[in-house]
């Protein structure tokens, strides 16, 4: 099985030289209070520090926040789709600034086009473990939710599978 299929978190090894496998993510860094953002006017194009200034209320410091975009309108069973929203290198310093715990986004990828892969580097770089290929389609914004989502813990793993819960405040 591919490390990035479905529901995934990578580790600071994904990317990082130094850094620490899945089963060294701490776990407390992957369950609680949670923001689901709506970012579904974004079609194709980067999640900016500008649009996410937008929520700057509900992205406060401890906080996971999950990204929904218009990924969540694209089918599961679809070809990989090279023009997915992704999260811009000043999205993500954004969210480092703001002192978030985790990150996660509706489709495969969190980044695209962008060289040296800046954004992973960022997140992963603070030690903010980012959550992949989650389904948010069905989830209404705007709602306080309490996330929790585990990771195989296969020792040695830049990335694994996990089941992620979201329920509601």
């Known amino acids: 099985m591919c490390l990035h299929t479905g529901t995934h978190i990578d580790a600071p090894a994904h990317f990082l030289e130094d850094g620490h496998s899945i089963e060294k993510t701490s776990l ?4 609680g209070r949670c923001c689901v953002l709506d970012l579904t006017q974004i079609e194709g194009d980067a999640i900016t520090r500008e649009a996410l200034e937008q929520h700057e209320a509900v ?5 996971i926040v999950m990204l929904k975009t218009a990924n969540s309108a694209l089918s599961t069973t ?3 789709n090279p023009k997915f929203v992704f ?11 703001r002192g ?3 990150v996660g986004v509706d489709y495969l990828g969190i980044e695209r ?9 960022t997140l992963l770089g603070s030690q903010i473990p980012i959550v992949e290929g989650l389904r948010l389609g069905h989830v209404d914004c705007g709602r306080s ?4 989502c585990l990771p195989l813990a296969i020792q040695g793993l830049e990335a ?7 329920l509601p405040l």
Do not use: C
């Open 87 to 97: 999260l811009h290198i000043s999205g993500a310093e954004y969210l480092r600034e």
């Open 28 to 31: 407390t860094q992957l369950a």
């Open 78 to 80: 679809a070809p990989f």
């Open 145 to 148: 939710y309490y996330f929790v």
């Open 160 to 166: 694994a599978p996990a089941r992620a819960v979201l």
């Open 100 to 102: 978030i715990k985790a």
């Open 59 to 63: 992205i406060e410091k401890g906080v």
């Open 113 to 121: 086009d962008q060289p040296d892969h800046v954004t992973h580097k």
